[in-house]
Nanobody
Framework: QVHLVESGGGLVQPGGSLRLSCADSGRTFRSYDVGWFRQGPGKDREFVAAIDWTGTRTRISDSVEGRFTTSRDLIKNLMYLQMDSLKPEDTAVYYC????????????????WGQGTQVTVTS
């Protein structure tokens, strides 16, 4: 069973950085492909980034390309979303999600979800 927990959200000024972490308390994370999604107020859930189970393949949304990166620590069994040059429009609840069968940008293709962590970018 996969049980995902996000952390690292908070309040940051425009231009600032945050690093989100995603952990699996069920300790089966290693074999799953993992994605990051976000949902802003009144908006649909949006794909942000994904990384495959080996940590060698990633996909980044055009909206955050050049500012966000994703990685995973296979030893610590953690996944990260590094967010730099943050903008007010990045304000959202950020979720990590897990699936098997390759990385995907479609939320419906993910089997497990964390509870989300709030990121607020404001001056």
């Amino acid at each position: 069973q996969v049980h995902l927990v996000e952390s690292g959200g908070g309040l940051v000024q425009p231009g600032g950085s945050l690093r989100l972490s995603c952990a699996d308390s069920g300790r089966t994370f290693r074999s799953y492909d993992v994605g990051w999604f976000r949902q802003g107020p009144g908006k649909d859930r949006e794909f942000v980034a994904a990384i495959d189970w080996t940590g060698t393949r990633t996909r980044i949304s055009d909206s955050v390309e050049g500012r966000f990166t994703t990685s995973r620590d296979l030893i610590k069994n953690l996944m990260y979303l590094q967010m730099d040059s943050l903008k007010p429009e990045d304000t959202a609840v950020y979720y990590c999600a897990a699936r098997t069968g390759g990385i995907s940008g479609y939320p419906d293709e993910y089997h497990y979800w964390g509870q989300g962590t709030q990121v607020t970018v404001t001056s």
